[in-house]
């Protein structure tokens, strides 16, 4: 039995903007376990405003890798995590379930969603992101990417200049979905004055107007706004997801800040016991990432998943898609394999 891993840095295709950053090259860590001549494997994607960074990641590994022992005692897994992390880390978290429950597919010869019981289904289609940047930009990219074929856009705002932006996409793309992330940059009183713009431009849902631990705020907002609000950043785990029930419509799921797919599992059917309706979510990840995130997709209501599509070094392939429509994947495990390509940033123990 071993668990190792390795760093890629994978880069976007162009600098990828929200309202707190601009970036274009994205650390991520690939966890592999191996036993018996099977090998299961798992993405970390950390992001700083979850308290991650490529160091701690790699620091935390070699912490967190003696937890996963036996790959088919899920629960042990959680325990043995959270007793050695109790509440951080959640990427390193998820990678390491990812790798053992592709390990279980493998020696059952199942896709994973196979695994874990669920149906076959058709998948929401995904968004595809507009990132912040200057507005001569946004709108080449959002005409560049309906030329493509994708069919629903997610805008991301938190700036002074958002109604001009919102206003100029719709004019560039009138034909798409439009969808709104602020990623928590408005104040209450410029989300207010923005739901008359959001309404006008025919937004389908706004995601995270407020900051993360406002939920008084986004209750109050919720309770005027035509379009769905959904919580991003308000939710970091599992448990979060009862008190944010009375402030939001949906959730974003995303399983590198929640700690894995059965955490992410366990989330969204806890928001539908609130009556909340559910958005599969990434970040910027590998179709290795994006994959284990697809195998929960035909649960949800809104797909982003995006995030291996921005790249333009995606270490894995096997992912078909159709513009924003991903088909559920088919392969055993997480049905993506390794491509052969140049690693850069490595490191392994």
């Known amino acids: 039995m071993s668990v190792v891993w390795e760093t890629l840095e994978l880069h976007t295709a162009q600098p990828f903007g929200i ?5 274009s090259v994205y650390p991520r860590t690939f966890v592999t376990f191996t036993q018996g001549g099977l090998t299961g494997r798992g993405e970390a994607a950390p992001n700083a405003f979850y308290g991650e960074t490529r160091g701690t990641v790699e620091a935390v590994l070699p912490l967190l890798q003696g937890a996963l022992q036996d790959p088919w005692d ?32 493998l020696r059952a010869g199942v896709p994973v969603w196979r695994l874990l019981g669920l ?34 856009l997610k805008v991301k705002l938190g700036t002074e200049r958002d109604e001009a ?21 408005w104040t209450r009183s410029q989300a207010r004055r923005m739901l008359d713009v959001l309404d006008a431009a025919r937004v389908e849902l706004l995601e995270q107007p407020l900051a993360a631990g406002d939920l008084e705020g986004h209750a109050a907002l919720r309770a005027v706004s035509k379009v769905p609000v959904v919580a991003d950043e308000s939710l970091h785990h599992v448990r979060d997801v ?25 989330a969204l059917r806890l928001a539908r016991a609130h009556h ?49 429509q991903l088909a559920q994947p088919a392969g055993l495990g997480w049905g993506v394999q390794r491509l052969e390509m140049q690693r850069l940033g490595s490191a392994t123990p």
């Open 74 to 105: 899920w629960e042990g897994l959680q325990r043995a995590l959270q007793a050695r992390m109790p509440h951080d880390h959640p990427s390193v978290k998820c990678a390491l379930e990812m790798a053992a429950l592709e390990w279980c597919a």
């Open 19 to 23: 309202a707190r950053w601009t970036h």
């Open 165 to 185: 932006i919102l206003s100029a996409l719709r004019e560039e793309v009138p034909e798409v979905t439009l969808r709104v992330d602020a990623n928590a940059a």
């Open 242 to 266: 009862v008190a944010l029930a009375g402030a939001f419509d949906g959730v974003n799921l995303k399983l590198a800040k929640l700690g894995g797919p059965l955490q992410a599992l366990q």
């Open 276 to 324: 909340m309706q559910v958005m599969i979510g990434c970040m910027i990840e590998s179709s290795l990432g994006i994959s284990a995130a697809a195998h929960l997709a035909g649960l949800c209501d809104w797909a982003d998943l995006d995030g291996a599509l921005l790249l333009a070094d995606d270490p894995f392939g096997g992912l078909a898609w159709q513009a924003g």
């Open 119 to 152: 149906s076959p289904a058709t998948l929401p289609e995904s968004s595809y992101t507009v990132s912040l940047g200057e507005l001569d930009r946004m709108r080449a990219d959002a005409r560049e990417a309906v030329g493509r074929g994708h069919k629903v």
